[in-house]
């Protein structure tokens, strides 16, 4: 079945790039995203990029897709402290479904 | 800013017991969803809903859950008989397209069966 993989942890500092890595198995996948999630809150999309890309950039946030490989990656530039929350992978696998397949999220703790 | 809106943020009850959650989503969003974290572990998709029906549902959603949108605007999760593994943090979202729009989330109402 469809699954989405992630790290757990990732610690940097401040003003550092972080990089948070997933990996997903539903290659019909036509739209991945990423979500962060700050303590005590819910869900907030930060970003998403069509299958048929390589790479979408949006201001300090990088996304880069390798559907060979399945791999999907959100680069953070100059990281700050109130980019600490864990951040989810997401696929909404195709055929008609609405459910939205989440990984397992990457709490990223930013060290000052 | 149009948000989506649970309550209770948090409720405390008894195994075996009835629970509802609420959720009030976003005016013009067309599809409805349930979302389960279980502490430590995935987010985890519970139920779909659109044009006042089920649309999609995981093997957790089992005869205990039931989904309701009983006046238009609000849409309800309600457990029959909570055990212990159901504790976890409960997501309302809701979205205006079925696979090309983003989730809007809400703040969860978390839910502890003692």
Partial sequence: GEDVEQSLFLSVREGDSSVINCTYTDSSSTYLYWYKQEPGAGLQLLTYIFSNMDMKQDQRLTVLLNKKDKHLSLRIADTQTGDSAIYFCAEIPTSGTYKYIFGTGTRLKVLA | ?????????????????????????ISNHLYFYWYRQILGQKVEFLVSFYNNEISEKSEIFDDQFSVERPDGSNFTLKIRSTKLEDSAMYFCASSRDSNTGELFFGEGSRLTVL
């Fill in chain 2, 1 to 25: 800013e149009p948000e989506v809106t649970q309550t209770p943020s948090h409720q405390v009850t008894q195994m075996g017991q009835e629970v509802i959650l609420r959720c009030v989503p």
